[in-house]
């Protein structure tokens, strides 16, 4: 009995051993899998996309990349309306010469800056010197005749002369005067030096005079050419009042009042965005467009502007503002659009941080954005060609996975 009862504990003991062992192999091989799934879960963290690409700084020019801060754009509610450049009509001038001639000198070229007053060109004519010749001849005449007519007074005064000839001698004289005048005037309006004329210094040539200061527009002569009296030669602009005409329709005239903020683009250039206020609401009806001209002064620069430009405007009906990026700074991916924030820059490089952003109301080439961190007020943003930093990203993190 007491052998069978030692088998029996015997018997016990192995089989708690083998069990124990077991559980101790079952336990070690599930930690080992568990230590192999937090590798792999590990090694997958550390495969995250990569959301930052460096650039050189001469890359930016050569793939079209340009960098700005966000702009503060009214997009909701406004009216769209189009027009074009205008100048008023004193800031326009066509110049052409009093009398014809032959083009002897041409000084400016278009685009150039000119004086009122300002010789541009100069033209010959022999009439000119007959002309100076007359005033001279006039001159002395009427030197002469003034002389006779205050003698013939005073004789006439004493009964020594007629009454009749008294005033043939006046009427001869006030002719004289009137003459004079007019070939001085006649001088005056051609540009002529009448303190040199008068000294004895004849001229060939006559100026032809910038009437207003501005910018070379237009130049139709050239040296040698013949142009008749009153012909074209040169058109001159004063940028400095280029305002807005805009074509509002009548049903929405009442919404405008003087004073509203306006934002428009130029056709040949959208992405560029351009501000302007409404000074004068036009008090005459086309009938044949069904609109009334307004008027809007821009705001800030106007470099690049030029008078009969077309343009596409917003009048805004309410001040909601929003920050804005123009449609060229977003990228889209899977239905997420995205943006390039500038994080570092040195003497050659920078750095870009693709973050995600939300899309808002878009028009005239401007997109609302939402952040879901604040940014920093002058944070420099990719404004023009994200298309293109993306692909350098999406380029880079294809390369690192092949490596």
Same mark, same amino acid.
């Given at each position: 009995?007491?052998?069978?009862?030692?088998?029996?504990?015997?018997?016990?003991?192995?089989?708690?051993?083998?069990?124990?062992?077991?559980?101790?192999?079952?336990?070690?091989?599930?930690?080992?899998?568990?230590?192999?799934?937090?590798?792999?879960?590990?090694?997958?963290?550390?495969?995250?996309?990569?959301?930052?690409?460096?650039?050189?700084?001469?890359?930016?020019?050569?793939?079209?990349?340009?960098?700005?801060?966000?702009?503060?754009?009214?997009?909701?509610?406004?009216?769209? %309306?189009?027009?074009?450049?205008?100048?008023?009509?004193?800031?326009?001038?066509? %110049?052409?010469?009093?009398?014809?001639?032959?083009?002897?000198?041409?000084?400016?070229?278009?685009?150039?800056?000119?004086?009122?007053?300002?010789?541009?060109?100069?033209?010959?004519?022999?009439?000119?010197?007959?002309?100076?010749?007359?005033?001279?001849?006039?001159?002395?005449?009427?030197?002469?005749?003034?002389?006779?007519?205050?003698?013939?007074?005073?004789?006439?005064?004493?009964?020594?002369?007629?009454?009749?000839?008294?005033?043939?001698?006046?009427?001869?004289?006030?002719? /004289?005067?009137?003459?004079?005048?007019?070939?001085?005037?006649?001088?005056?309006?051609?540009?002529?030096? @009448?303190?040199? @004329?008068?000294?004895?210094?004849?001229?060939?040539?006559?100026?032809?005079?910038?009437?207003?200061?501005?910018?070379?527009?237009?130049?139709?002569?050239?040296?040698?050419?013949?142009? /008749?009296?009153?012909?074209?030669?040169?058109?001159?602009?004063?940028?400095?009042?280029?305002?807005?005409?805009?074509?509002?329709?009548?049903?929405?005239?009442?919404?405008?009042?003087?004073?509203?903020?306006?934002?428009?683009?130029?056709?040949?250039?959208?992405?560029?965005?351009?501000?302007?206020?409404?000074?004068?609401?036009?008090?005459?009806?086309?009938?044949?467009?069904?609109?009334?001209?307004?008027?809007?002064? @821009?705001?800030?620069?106007?470099?690049?502007?030029?008078?009969?430009?077309?343009?596409?405007?917003?009048?805004?009906?309410?001040?909601?503002?929003?920050? /804005?990026?123009?449609?060229?700074?977003?990228?889209?991916?899977?239905?997420?659009?995205?943006?390039?924030?500038?994080?570092?820059?040195?003497?050659?490089?920078?750095?870009?941080?693709?973050?995600?952003?939300?899309?808002?109301?878009?028009?005239?080439?401007?997109?609302?954005?939402?952040?879901?961190?604040?940014?920093?007020?002058?944070?420099?943003?990719?404004?023009?060609?994200?298309?293109? %930093?993306?692909?350098?990203?999406?380029?880079?993190?294809?390369?690192?996975?092949?490596?």
């Amino acid at each position: 009995m007491k052998n069978i009862l030692k088998i029996s504990t015997l018997l016990i003991l192995i089989l708690t051993i083998i069990s124990c062992g077991n559980n101790e192999s079952k336990h070690t091989e599930g930690d080992d899998h568990k230590n192999e799934h937090s590798e792999e879960e590990g090694h997958n963290e550390g495969e995250e996309t990569p959301n930052k690409v460096a650039l050189k700084l001469n890359q930016l020019e050569i793939m079209g990349i340009e960098l700005g801060n966000l702009s503060q754009l009214n997009l909701g509610a406004s009216l769209k %309306v189009n027009g074009q450049l205008e100048l008023p009509p004193q800031n326009m001038a066509s %110049v052409s010469a009093i009398i014809g001639g032959r083009v002897q000198s041409v000084a400016v070229v278009e685009g150039d800056f000119v004086k009122k007053g300002q010789i541009i060109a100069t033209l010959n004519n022999p009439e000119i010197i007959s002309m100076q010749r007359a005033y001279l001849a006039a001159k002395s005449n009427l030197t002469y005749l003034e002389k006779d007519y205050g003698r013939k007074k005073e004789l006439e005064k004493d009964g020594i002369t007629s009454a009749r000839a008294f005033q043939e001698a006046e009427a001869a004289y006030l002719n /004289a005067k009137a003459d004079l005048n007019a070939a001085k005037a006649t001088l005056n309006l051609m540009g002529m030096n @009448i303190a040199a @004329i008068e000294k004895g210094v004849i001229v060939a040539s006559i100026p032809v005079i910038a009437p207003i200061q501005g910018f070379i527009q237009k130049i139709e002569i050239n040296i040698g050419k013949s142009v /008749a009296p009153e012909q074209e030669m040169f058109e001159i602009v004063d940028n400095n009042f280029l305002h807005l005409g805009l074509n509002v329709f009548e049903k929405d005239i009442e919404k405008l009042s003087i004073g509203q903020k306006i934002a428009f683009t130029l056709s040949t250039r959208p992405n560029k965005m351009y501000e302007a206020e409404i000074f004068a609401l036009g008090k005459a009806f086309d009938l044949d467009t069904r609109s009334v001209k307004v008027h809007a002064k @821009i705001i800030g620069t106007h470099e690049g502007l030029l008078t009969g430009m077309f343009v596409e405007a917003r009048i805004s009906t309410d001040s909601k503002l929003v920050a /804005a990026l123009p449609d060229e700074a977003f990228v889209n991916e899977k239905g997420l659009d995205y943006i390039f924030v500038q994080i570092e820059k040195d003497e050659d490089d920078l750095v870009l941080e693709k973050i995600q952003v939300i899309k808002g109301v878009s028009d005239l080439g401007f997109s609302e954005v939402q952040f879901s961190n604040p940014m920093e007020k002058n944070i420099l943003i990719v404004t023009k060609g994200a298309y293109y %930093v993306n692909s350098e990203l999406n380029k880079g993190e294809f390369e690192g996975h092949d490596h």
